[in-house]
Nanobody, 125 residues
């Protein structure tokens, strides 16, 4: 089992940047495929970005491609989401997720086994 805690959210102006962190504790962090999701008010939770166990490969949703980048440091048991050129439509609660399924890169909520509590990101226009 793994416990996940997100941090780094806050208020930023459009065009600005934020970096989110997801700190993991418990079972070996490198055994989990990881991802970021977000959920805006009144909307379903949506996939943002996923990263392989080694951190060598990532994929991102079209809506954030070229602006958001996920990374991980397995020695620090931490995953990151660097968000640049932010837009008001990026406003949401951001969640990190961990999965034990073979492979990586799942974009559905059901693919992941563990979730953090979320961190609020608000982008003002």
């Amino acid at each position: 089992q793994v416990q996940l805690v997100e941090s780094g959210g806050g208020l930023v102006q459009a065009g600005g940047s934020l970096r989110l962190s997801c700190a993991a504790s418990g079972r070996t962090f490198s055994s989990y495929a990881m991802a970021w999701f977000r959920q805006a008010p009144g909307k379903e939770r949506e996939f943002v970005s996923a990263i392989s166990r080694s951190g060598s490969s990532t994929i991102s949703a079209d809506s954030v491609k070229g602006r958001f980048t996920s990374s991980r440091d397995n020695d620090k048991n931490t995953m990151y989401l660097q968000m640049n050129s932010m837009k008001p439509e990026d406003t949401a609660v951001y969640y990190c997720a961990a999965g034990l399924n073979p492979g990586w890169g799942g974009s559905s909520v059901s693919w992941y086994d563990y979730w953090g509590q979320g961190t609020q990101v608000t982008v003002s226009s």
